[in-house]
């Protein structure tokens, strides 16, 4: 067989495999760009924020403290720009919150927290100078622009009560939810957000971190939502669950304790499929981590302890969490 038999024969064959090549080549580049990006778009955030939020340099101001009293099925809004959010539950029906706020230079006082109550719940703020210009109730918070130098950070702790729905947000700092039971949204975007409830739903986002929900049930209807760029997101449902499952990574793997399909090759892998009789979805997405869905099961982790009073820990003496470096 000559060099023109052998083309005319197997032409398409070349041709198809030559594209698949291009094909895997271009897709390399553009993850390998994406997550070039990404890096880039993360250390400039970086440089915006005091990332060291423990550094020994820093100084305590007066913590911040409020308690009141929320219903069940009532919201508290939760909003904070450079600083963590730790909430774990409480008995009785009162919420108590202390603020901490930690300083290098800038003036402690100059982050000021306000608080809003509506009908639906209760809204609590960190305010910096020329940032955070209005905070409102049911959640409203309008911010513009970066910190402007101010190098205050906040650090929030929860009691929460039973049944009284979160939703908290960040920028810089985690997000921690441990041993609530209402639905949940928190997000930040450079730290990670861990999330344990025995009701949900839950919406949890970050950019810069990894993003884990543990969900023991449901306390009514609607859809579950665990995303992040850069960092693994992980879902951990109990052992009988309804639902529609879409997942996605684009430089990660996929793990999964249900029998649904995990499909993909080379730099992208995708999860889909139904338990039980369908309903709610459960979306779980990645760019450059890996995607796990896990089963609750008889070796779970026990419910996390009721925590003692006092419900606010004294001055001085608050578990502030750092941002990611």
């Not at 639902?243 to 999860?271: C, E, N, Q, R, W």
Request: charged residues 20%; proline residues 7%; hydrophobic residues 40%.
């Amino acid at each position: 067989m000559n060099g023109k038999e052998f083309w005319l024969r197997w032409r398409g064959e070349i041709l198809r495999g030559t594209v698949i090549f291009g094909l895997v080549i271009a897709a390399g580049l553009f993850v390998r760009s994406l997550v070039g990006r990404g890096r880039a778009q993360i250390e400039g955030l970086r440089q915006q924020f005091s990332t060291d939020l423990l550094a020994a340099d820093r100084q305590q101001g007066e913590p911040w403290r409020f308690t009141g009293d929320l219903a069940v099925q009532h919201t508290l809004w939760l909003r904070n720009v450079n600083g963590s959010i730790a909430v774990e539950p409480t008995e009785g029906r009162q919420v108590e919150i202390m603020a901490e706020r930690s300083f290098k230079h800038s003036p402690v006082d100059s982050v000021r927290i306000l608080t809003a109550t509506s009908e639906q719940g209760l809204t609590v703020c960190a305010m910096w100078p020329g940032h955070a210009t209005r905070c409102g109730p049911d959640g409203q918070y309008t911010s513009h622009g970066g910190l402007h130098g101010n190098d205050v950070a906040v650090q929030f702790v929860v009691r929460l009560p039973a049944g009284v729905k979160l939703d908290a947000s960040t920028v810089n700092g985690d997000v921690e939810v441990h041993g609530v039971s209402a639905p949940v949204h928190a997000g930040t975007v450079n730290g990670d957000v861990a999330i344990e409830t025995e009701n949900g739903p839950v919406r949890a986002a970050t950019v810069n971190g990894n993003v884990a929900a543990v969900l023991r049930g449901f306390s009514g209807p609607g859809d579950v939502n665990v995303t992040t760029v850069h960092g693994d997101a992980t879902l951990t449902l109990p052992e009988h669950i309804d639902a529609v499952v879409d997942g996605s990574t684009v430089a990660g793997d996929i793990m999964t304790d249900y029998p649904l399909v995990v499909t993909g090759k080379f730099a992208s892998h995708s999860i889909a499929g139904t338990l039980g009789k369908g309903g709610r979805h459960l979306k779980l997405t990645t760019v450059t981590g890996d995607v796990e869905l896990r089963r609750l099961g008889p070796d779970a982790p026990p419910r996390p302890p009721t925590p003692p009073t006092p419900a606010v820990p004294p001055a001085g003496t608050a578990r502030p969490r750092p941002g990611r470096s």
